[in-house]
């Protein structure tokens, strides 16, 4: 189980002049301070941590959310930003003595450019509603996180959200170009610009991942790209991982890099399967989603050579969409993934560890192990061209015993991600879910190198508290006076 | 100067350093010398001789290199295994060394052509190593290409030209070398309807790798008669012959346009690439400007009025100018790259310029505040490349 900091018992005894100060600031509109109404707020996607906070503010401008920090670093209240709340690690869990900032009032686009391709957004918009508002003059925003639909841009901005299709357009760092960021002190800082490249240090480059650490991103401005002329998807399935992962690297070795590459296990498939009908090979231990971009006759000869190439690692099956209705429903059953897990558990734990490719055989092996120890059952889903693996661990939730072991069985997931040269986490964040393990990638020195950049933004370690750097062992404490600061 | 060969010698450099007070100069090959302000310094400390390629994994489209490895041999290992760095670093012709190292180039985050389409040096950074101020190594990111674990170093640090630390390692994102490049030629456009013509290209479905806009000047340089707008495809040899050719339809309009095949193509880009086309005199500065890519031709044309030229790369987002290492030149460089609400680089002058004007624009206050405190935090005796960026 996770450990919250204790509360600060002098923020709880101010609660009532918190709640007035929060008012006056926002004029009688958008603060939540009554029980019921905070009930929403108490979770995120990681839903088996609860907490109620001190009180919700919802901003409708960059300027109240200034001043809301101001008063909150003025009376040393902690802060916890909130973005759709459908982070997957914890990241916008609140704690007892914090006013949570959610940001889905501020959900205007403000400006879109198509001769200089930048779209201005706030924080407040979701993912798809950037696509969706540039779409039909035919362009796109890159990252496509599952979430899409309801994540907001405010959390990828904190999360540095991928997606299935970061192998060739990357991830959010590598989309925006400016970010208005309010500082803890209230402080409104602009970062980049509309412009590529940025003069001096790359702000935008540490803002982004940051996990509300650093301050609240208010107003985004992204790139938006023009789409392709189309883009059509493929299904391969195998008898064995192996050889699917070795088709994935012979794919890879021709020269051509696939707009997407996604790899599933026999449990992931069937999973799907039932819950899409997307006409997946039932009899596949693997299967790969391949999918290409560009003019017909391009994404013929593409997947004329992909197929080729599968084709020497006798696949079971080999399908190629004939039609953007054929590639919608290959990708409705990946896309549903986690609701299909959903139906056949009550509760599931999405890991999402990153690996080098090569490592997939033995890491699928070793797992297949863990659940056999832990009797718990899983499904590998895997973005194979980055490598990025996201294991759905089952267990239900209202069993402490299989949620205890669901947890302790993610970790080991976890270490052995570490273990064969890749990370805890490619896309999902740190959150309080992945908090404990950072010491099993960083040695402390790291960490407090990283800590220091925090105590550079964030002096009284007041935002986000608790969330991505372990606690100091013993003391359930997260603020600076437990933590050995920059000299 | 003090050049290590192992990360312990940077170490033990550092820590002596500190001890003394005696601020270091940090460098690979020193082929940036002359870039941005000015230092006074008791001590070099380069990375020339920890070179070599730790880790190639193409399949995994990786590579890891110590980073005194110089740019060439990284290339040259790359090309084995039929890739290349996706932002295609430059290596100027204004540079002081004959080759420069994977340290300093993503020390610099410098980036060509294709940096307007596939990202800079510093978005395909997926790891590195380095030892800090404080004389201790710290590690970010890894070797996969997917990581937000923790806060991401790897992006400080790159550009932070050797402030906060000596990175001894970088890991890269690589990608495979498209099998033919070809590029659209217009003739003779004046900057304001080449850098629409280039937004054509660049808001096309067509994958355009490169856009850049020569003035008649610039163009002669690289051995054309006029002005030239120019758009890269780089792909598999039918996709490159089908996108130009809607490439051309779509600039038809512009006026007539001319196609380059792939030897001719290379060369071009490499020459834009390495600032080739700039008409350099000795005791020349030179200037690089990032502005949204519509405001590029205005930056130029300031530029121009006060005797300086140059062209435009990244679709116009890019400007590079040239001429007399004077104040005034200067104050209309910032100028222009201001009014574009764009950021400029005193990249290269003469010691007097880098002695009296900022390299780099200042940050506002409550920025320059943090800016402070990150570096200190990184470096707190103040001796890495001290005032390299900032002045304070």
Known sequence: ?????????????????????????????????????????????????????????????TEQVAAVLRFCHQNGVRVVPRGAGTSLAGGALPLEDAVVIGMMRMNQIVEVNYRDRYAVVQAGVTNLGITKAVEADGFFYAPDPSSQLACMIGGNIGMNS??????????????????????????ILELGGTHLDTAGYDWLGIVVGSEGQLGIATEITVRILRAPEGTRAMLAAFDGNEVAGACVDAIIASGIIPVALEFMDRPAIHACEA???????????????????????????????????CARFNPISL?????????????????????????????????????????????????????????????????????????????DANDPTSMHKAEAFGADVLRLCVEVGGCLTGEHGVGV??????????????????????????????????KVFPLQAGTASAGPDALPHAA | MIAPDDEAGFAAAINAAVADRAPLSIEGLGSKAGFLREMQTAETLSTRNHAGISLYAPQELIISARTGTTLAALEAKLAEGGQHLIAEPPHYAFLDAADQTIGGVVAANLSGPRRVAWGAMRDHLMG?????????????????????????????????????????????????????????????????????????ALGSPFSVSGAAFLPQEAAMAVGYERAITIARIEDFADSVTYRVGQLGALWAKFGAVETLETAQSVALWRAVRDAEPLPIQPGDAVWRVSVRPSRGAAVLGAGHGAGLFGYLDWGGGLAFLTGPATMAAHEVVVGAARRAKGDWW???????????????????????????????????????????????
């Open chain 1, 1 to 61: 189980m996770i450990t919250l900091p204790k509360p600060k018992p002098d923020v709880l005894a101010r609660r009532d002049a918190v709640h007035e100060g929060l008012r006056a600031i926002m004029q009688d509109r958008g603060v939540i301070t009554d029980a019921t109404k905070l009930k929403p707020y108490e979770t995120d996607g990681l839903s088996a941590y609860r907490q109620m906070p001190l009180a919700v503010v919802l901003p409708e401008t």
């Open chain 1, 162 to 187: 991928g997606g299935a299709h970061c192998l060739k357009y990357g991830v959010t760092a590598n989309n925006v170009l400016g970010i208005k960021l309010v500082t803890i002190e209230g402080e």
């Open chain 1, 275 to 309: 819950f899409a009908h997307a006409g997946y090979p039932l009899d596949a231990e693997a299967m790969l989603i391949i999918e290409v971009e560009g003019s017909v006759a391009e994404q013929d000869w593409l997947l004329g050579q992909i197929k080729e190439i």
């Open chain 1, 319 to 395: 399908k190629v969409s004939q039609s953007a209705e054929e590639s919608a429903a290959i990708w409705k059953g990946r896309k549903g993934a986690f609701g299909a897990v959903g139906r056949i558990s009550p509760d599931y734990l999405c890991m999402d560890g990153t690996i080098p490719t090569s490592t997939l055989p033995l890491v699928l092996r070793r797992i297949g192990e863990m659940s056999v120890q832990y009797g718990l059952q899983v499904a590998n889903i895997f973005h194979a061209g980055d490598g990025n693996l996201h294991p759905l661990i089952m267990f």
């Open chain 1, 433 to 466: 879910e992945k908090r404990d393990l950072m010491s099993v990638q960083f040695t402390e020195i790291e960490l407090e190198a990283q800590r220091r950049v925090k105590s550079a933004f964030d002096p009284e370690w007041l935002l986000n508290t608790a």
């Open chain 2, 128 to 200: 590195m190593r380095a030892v800090t101020g404080r004389g201790e190594v710290v590690r970010s990111g890894g070797r996969v290409l997917k990581n937000v674990t923790g806060l991401d170093l790897c992006k400080l640090f790159a550009g932070s030209y050797g402030t906060l630390g000596v990175m001894t390692e970088v890991t890269l994102k690589v990608l495979p070398k498209p099998q033919a490049t070809g590029t659209v030629v217009l003739y003779g456009l004046t900057p304001e309807v080449a850098s629409r013509a280039l937004a054509v």
């Open chain 2, 346 to 392: 005193l990249l290269r002058a003469p010691p007097e310029l880098r002695r009296s004007v900022d390299a780099v624009p200042h940050e506002a206050p409550a920025l320059a505040a943090i800016r402070q405190r990150v570096v200190a935090s990184f470096d707190p005796a103040g001796i890495l490349n001290p005032g390299r960026l900032f002045a304070a």
